[in-house]
């Protein structure tokens, strides 16, 4: 699975779009970005996940350029609860054995009252 | 729906101890992993089931981590005998088999066992 950039830390003012962005210059045509966060003390949550046409659902959206080098997560209307590590992640969208996800050290999302 | 239950959530032991972890995947989920997160970083693989047979263990230090799931079902972790290194949160997984990923075919987590070996 191709290697994935983040920035350490962010921050971001309560109610305001959060833009977590991820560069991913060696993505393969087959590969999908994925994104889950994980608050403190729990698990690691799924977000959401895109090839390359943007993405959205209830939680977040997700847009990648063109060449898909790089990918965007949004959050809308960030709240506090939303602080969190937030990791992009790449790889196959297979049903095969090999489900597994390669984690890097993510981004530290604070979103601040 | 209940999520990943693990247990013990915390659990504090000397050096050169034995220690178990249990986990409980969501129902009907054949598949299930165990991660390990030293602080600070992000989750490693340790190893991957499928029903009761192992598909990954490459990262599993075998001299002294053993992980079992006898039924297909629930899962334990052991660690024998502990190394100061081995202090981390063990995280278990599960997620469905044979559908395409993303949405509620992704991996469920559990929270996690936090272990400090003094």
């Known amino acids: 699975d191709a290697k994935t950039t983040q920035p350490p830390s962010m921050d971001c003012a309560e109610g305001r779009a959060a833009n977590l962005p991820c560069n991913h210059s060696?993505?393969?045509?087959?590969?999908?970005v994925y994104w889950y966060r994980q608050i403190h003390s729990q698990g690691p949550q799924y977000i959401i996940h895109?090839?390359?046409n943007n993405e959205t659902n209830e939680m977040a959206s997700l847009i990648i350029t063109e060449d898909r080098k790089s990918s965007t997560l949004i959050l809308p209307h960030a709240t506090l609860r939303d602080t969190a590590v937030y990791y992009c992640i790449v790889r196959v969208a297979s049903s095969g054995s090999a489900r597994q996800l390669t984690f890097g050290s993510g981004t530290q999302l604070t979103v601040l009252p | 729906e209940a999520g990943v239950a693990q247990s013990p959530r915390y659990k504090i032991i000397e050096k050169r101890q034995s220690v178990a972890f249990w986990c409980n995947p969501i129902?009907?989920?054949?598949?299930l992993y165990w991660y390990q997160q030293i602080l600070g970083q992000g989750p490693k693989l340790l190893i991957q089931?499928?029903?009761?047979?192992?598909?990954?263990d490459s990262q599993l230090p075998k001299d002294r981590f053993s992980a079992e799931r006898l039924k297909g079902v629930d899962s334990t972790l052991k660690i024998q005998p502990a190394k100061l290194e081995d202090s981390a949160v063990y995280l278990c997984a599960s997620s469905p088999w044979g559908r395409e990923w993303g949405g509620d075919n992704e991996q469920f987590f559990g929270p996690g066992t936090r272990l400090t070996v003094l």
């Open positions: 895109g090839l390359k």
């Open positions: 089931f499928q029903n009761n047979g192992v598909v990954d």
């Open positions: 060696t993505i393969s045509g087959n590969e999908y």
């Open positions: 129902s009907g989920h054949a598949t």
